[in-house]
């Protein structure tokens, strides 16, 4: 079976501080991946997502970027954190495929102060 | 781009008591999910429903794409239940999905 890991769970980090946070899947190949951040509020807000190593499409212009650099690996990095980027982010995984279910990881919790 | 909207924004019910959750989109979509999530974040797939009824125990779901919604269905309600409720859609030649605001339940003992 599939499953997806996040890490960190939890992170606090000083405005200006570089980040990475990685996602990895196991149990599958080629897969569809995703970055979601979830803002206090509710909503969910799609960063990235990649359809293969290498490819990466970015949804909202900001200081954030992705990069895939294994076929299963996703990573959200930033050079300089912003107040703005705390939040809750959710990596998830899909088949390839355009109208597959998208599973979701447990979620990295970022605290920018 | 497609707008997603749900309803009620928020629900607090009695434990053993019904509801229904409804999920509105202004566009055709070839891929509708709704999902929990838990007081830890995590979110649940709860039904891949782009059209017709399914059933899961005491949930079930319907979605009527030509009338363009969804409705999510919990039966005999239990404390487990609570969390947020998302819908979430792919409009047709994406493949991104588009989540609603969710509908926030809590169900009391």
């Known amino acids: 079976s599939q499953t997806i890991h996040q890490w960190p769970a939890t992170l606090v980090q000083p405005v200006g501080s570089p980040l990475s946070l990685e996602c990895t899947v196991e149990?599958?190949?080629?897969?569809?991946l995703y970055w979601y951040r979830q803002a206090a509020g509710r909503g969910l807000q799609l960063l990235f997502y990649?359809?293969?190593?290498?490819?990466i499409s970015s949804e909202v212009p900001q200081n954030l970027s992705a990069s895939r650099p294994q076929d299963r690996q996703f990573i959200l990095s930033s050079k300089k954190l912003l107040l703005s980027d705390s939040g809750f982010y959710l990596c998830?995984?899909?088949?390839?495929?355009?109208?597959?279910?998208?599973?979701f990881g447990p979620g990295t919790r970022l605290t920018v102060l | 781009g497609i707008q997603v909207e749900q309803s009620p924004p928020d629900l607090i019910l009695q434990e053993g008591a019904n509801s229904t959750l409804r999920c509105n989109f202004s566009?055709?979509?070839?891929?509708l999910q709704w999902f929990h999530q838990n007081p830890w974040g995590q979110l649940i797939n709860l039904f891949y429903i782009p059209s017709g009824t399914k059933q899961n125990g005491r949930l079930s779901a319907t979605t009527v794409a030509t009338e363009r919604y969804s409705l999510l269905y919990i039966s005999s309600s239990q404390t487990t239940d609570s969390g947020v409720y998302f819908c979430?859609?792919?409009?047709?030649?994406?493949?991104?999905?588009?989540f609603g605001k969710g509908t926030m339940l809590l169900v009391s003992p």
């Open positions: 566009d055709s979509v070839n891929n």
């Open positions: 979430a859609v792919t409009n047709s030649g994406y493949s991104t999905l588009t």
């Open positions: 990649s359809v293969g190593i290498g490819q």
């Open positions: 149990g599958t190949s080629n897969p569809n």
């Open positions: 998830a995984w899909s088949l390839a495929g355009l109208r597959d279910t998208q599973y």
